[in-house]
């Protein structure tokens, strides 16, 4: 569920701009330890570090859930679904660059026929490039 905690919210953007994984993840940690119940920052976190977090109760509204299960289909491994389910949360929330991110870095590199690069290349200005490293 979306943070209603100021520093925990302003923690999540500041991920959503980190330069690198490492800044993202940084900056997750600080919003889900100033709101545990965070669970979009939870879930990416989770992704980023591999590390299981705990799952907060609270029921996330449905773009918050789509966005848990892009990320979470991206560090299972899963990269044609996520890419997939990428694919329709973006066409309903229009931006969300911890998503694309996540999912780019996330993607195996023999994973070249799930046409992410195409989507990457219409992705409206809000979303940055995938984080150095990304294959």
């Known amino acids: 569920?979306?943070?209603?905690?100021?520093q925990a919210?302003?923690?999540?953007?500041?991920a959503q701009?980190?330069?690198d994984p490492r800044r993202a993840a940084t900056a997750l940690r600080l919003a889900v330890t100033a709101d545990?119940?965070?669970?979009?920052?939870?879930a990416d976190l989770e992704a980023i570090t591999g590390?299981?977090?705990?799952?907060?109760?609270?029921?996330?509204?449905n773009w918050e859930r789509h966005h848990i299960e892009v990320v979470?289909?991206?560090?299972a491994g899963h990269v044609t679904r996520a890419s997939d389910l990428l694919r329709?949360?973006?066409a309903s929330v229009g931006c969300d660059p911890l998503a694309v991110r996540i999912t780019a870095r996330l993607r195996e590199p023999m994973a070249r026929d799930d046409d992410l690069e195409n989507l990457a290349s219409q992705?409206?200005?809000?979303?940055?490039?995938?984080?150095?490293?990304?294959?």
Do not use: I
């Not at 919210?9 to 500041?14: D, G, L």
């Not at 590390?51 to 509204?61: E, I, K, L, Y």
């Not at 992705?123 to 294959?135: E, K, N, R, T, V």
């Open 88 to 90: 329709e949360h973006l």
């Open 72 to 75: 979470t289909a991206a560090a």
């Open 51 to 61: 590390t299981p977090s705990r799952h907060p109760g609270r029921r996330p509204m």
């Open 36 to 42: 545990p119940d965070f669970a979009l920052a939870a």
């Open 17 to 19: 701009r980190a330069a």
């Open 9 to 14: 919210a302003a923690w999540y953007r500041r």
């Open 123 to 135: 992705l409206p200005g809000c979303h940055a490039s995938p984080w150095p490293g990304s294959p």
């Open 1 to 6: 569920m979306v943070s209603t905690h100021p």
